[in-house]
């Protein structure tokens, strides 16, 4: 079913059961219209910078992470040590997420935050064996328009990026997101840190609070729940004069003003390719801003004339449960390999009640001639058990999968019970042209610890649209 932009939806709603399975509907659904500009609160911003932001470090024994808050000042280019008490997983507006087991997102500790998801320590060979630590700032606020496309939120709240444990680190704060009716956007935050010289303890200098470009963003669209981007790294220039190579698939940069801020903590290679075994995971990786507009106001569809004569016209539409062969010239085609989910009994720990599952194979075939691409998304109503229930955010994902290279890409994790959850629509994954995808996503739920015993069930509403 196509709209008039050239666009089109159909909807897969899968259901999730903790102990029981639930009946599935399947419907081709049409975009809803947009409210004009909308006040938001309580937006959520979760992002990782790089991988390289928690990987190990050439030197024995250290590593480098993320911290929340801003830290205290060290006196020297030294190793953090548990009793300085400059680490925080939590703080304030903004907490700290890690890999945990078996594809799992957990709050790391002190012992943990240099681990993988398996529990190893991180390596500072590849791109595997990292911690994928990511900030999470809660309780944005501002403007979203999803008429122009603009929008405008900030967040209060401080975190630190660490390298080599210690032995230089710089923050940012108070994060402010500008989206532009193009779909550019700018995400920027006052730094600073210390100048360091990791080879030179005796170099250690306070810097002067600047604001600077932690990421430039293209392709945002501003809509009702929010958005998933990666930020504008590959093929970007560094600054002129330094020595940046420019070659390969991984070579590019973050912003100028963000890599010229960190000439002065020591760290600027980390953040451009210089044609090192870490290049790799130097790039930026995927973005995630989530808001909810609640009670939009909705444009209101012309009167009709009086004289006028109207009839309607049903339309239906059928969509297949499963085709997996190769894609056809000229066809988008898209399947579930199975429309439930079970996450079988949970788990009770200190947080709540937890339980690990995983979606049914999707498989995507795109093979128009001319395509603009594709997206897949999903959203979560909440878990009910009769007259008991729990909110839709305690569920999340990892989306995992292959797909044809540099034209498909994976949408960031989501937390289970950190910011919106699955209660907003989150990208699973998105393609820029004809192309081919099977996902296999694991889902995770994080159940509150006041949740009344009882089967509970959810729908997850799966997605497609053709661009």
Do not use: H
């Not at 024995?60 to 008490?85: H, I, V």
Request: proline residues 5%; aromatic residues 8%.
């Amino acid at each position: 079913m196509s709209s008039q932009n050239g666009m089109s939806k159909i909807r897969k709603p899968l259901a999730l059961a903790a102990a029981a399975s639930a009946a599935i509907t399947m419907a081709a659904v049409a975009a809803p219209a947009q409210a004009a500009e909308q006040a938001v609160n309580g937006v959520t911003l979760t992002w990782g910078l790089n991988l390289e932001s928690g990987a190990g470090a050439f030197q024995p024994g250290a590593c480098n992470f993320l911290s929340a808050g801003k830290a205290g000042n060290s006196g020297s280019s030294r190793a953090w040590t548990q009793e300085d008490g400059f680490y925080k997983a939590v703080e304030g507006n903004v907490s700290i997420l890690k890999d945990g087991p078996n594809s799992t997102s957990i709050a790391p500790t002190w012992d943990t935050k240099c681990q993988t998801g398996s529990g190893s320590a991180v390596s500072p060979i590849g791109t595997t064996n990292v911690s994928n630590n990511k900030v999470v700032l809660s309780q944005g606020s501002g403007n979203v328009d999803p008429v122009t496309g603009e929008a405008t939120i900030s967040w209060e709240g401080s975190f630190t990026s660490v390298f080599y444990s210690g032995l230089t680190y710089w923050t940012a704060t108070d994060p402010v997101l500008n989206v532009k009716a193009d779909g550019s956007a700018t995400l920027k935050a006052t730094g600073s840190g210390y100048q360091a010289d990791m080879n030179d303890a005796s170099t250690w200098v306070p810097i002067a609070p600047q604001t600077i470009t932690l990421a430039n963003l293209k392709g945002v669209t501003v809509d009702a729940d929010g958005f998933s981007v990666s930020p504008e790294y590959k093929e970007v220039e560094a600054p002129a004069g330094l020595s940046q190579v420019k070659e390969g698939a991984n070579w590019g940069s973050f912003p100028a003003d963000f890599v010229e801020f960190q000439g002065k903590t020591g760290t600027q290679s980390y953040w451009y390719s210089s044609g090192g075994s870490a290049d790799a995971r130097k790039v930026a990786t995927p973005l995630s801003v989530d808001w909810d507009i609640v009670d939009a106001e909705l444009p209101s569809e012309p009167e009709a004339p009086e004289d006028s004569d109207s009839k309607d016209v049903e339309v239906d539409v059928t969509v297949p449960e499963k085709e997996t062969e190769p894609s056809e010239p000229g066809v988008f085609k898209w399947s579930i390999a199975d429309l439930t989910a079970n996450l079988g009994a949970a788990t009770q720990n200190a947080a709540g009640f937890t339980a690990n599952g995983a979606l049914p194979t999707i498989t995507v075939n795109d093979g128009r001639e001319v395509s603009g691409g594709w997206s897949l998304d999903g959203k979560a109503t909440d878990f009910t058990d009769g007259s008991n229930a729990f909110g839709a955010k305690a569920l999340g994902w990892t989306p995992a999968g292959a797909g044809t290279t540099g034209v498909v890409s994976l949408g960031a994790a989501v937390a289970p019970a950190t910011g919106n959850g699955l209660s907003a629509t989150a990208p699973l994954a998105s393609a820029t042209g004809a192309s081919e995808a099977v996902l296999n996503t694991g889902i995770q739920l994080l159940a509150p610890a006041e949740a009344a015993a009882g089967n509970y069930s959810s729908t997850l509403t799966i997605t497609a649209i053709q661009k």
